[in-house]
Nanobody, 124 residues
Framework: QVQLVESGGGSVQAGGSPRLSCAAS????????MCWFRQAPGKEREFVSV????????YQRDSVQGRFVISRDNAKNTVYLQMNDLKPEDTALYYC?????????????????WGQGTQVTVAS
């Protein structure tokens, strides 16, 4: 069982640049692809960004392309989401998730471990 703990959320002004972190309780962290999802009130959970095991490949949804950057530090068992130029529509509960699947999966069903989420609220 892998535990994932997110941190770094909070209330920010539009245009802000917080960084989310997700720490994993496993020494096999580098064997998982890692992903960030988010869920806004009254909406479906949606894919945000995913990173390969080595960190060399990433993929993100169009609405955050050029604003959000996913990265990982396998020595620290941690994945990050640098969020820049935040907009009110980015307000959501942000989750990190881990998968053993191949490829850069954006389908939540392929992820086997999930964190509890960290809330990001963007004020206009």
């Amino acid at each position: 069982q892998v535990q994932l703990v997110e941190s770094g959320g909070g209330s920010v002004q539009a245009g802000g640049s917080p960084r989310l972190s997700c720490a994993a309780s496993t020494h096999a962290f580098s064997t998982y692809i890692m992903c960030w999802f988010r869920q806004a009130p009254g909406k479906e959970r949606e894919f945000v960004s995913v990173i390969s095991r080595s960190g060399g490949d990433t993929y993100q949804r169009d609405s955050v392309q050029g604003r959000f950057v996913i990265s990982r530090d396998n020595a620290k068992n941690t994945v990050y989401l640098q969020m820049n130029d935040l907009k009110p529509e980015d307000t959501a509960l942000y989750y990190c998730a881990a998968a053993t699947t191949y490829g850069l999966a954006s389908d939540a069903g392929r992820y086997i471990y999930w964190g509890q989420g960290t809330q990001v609220t963007v004020a206009s």
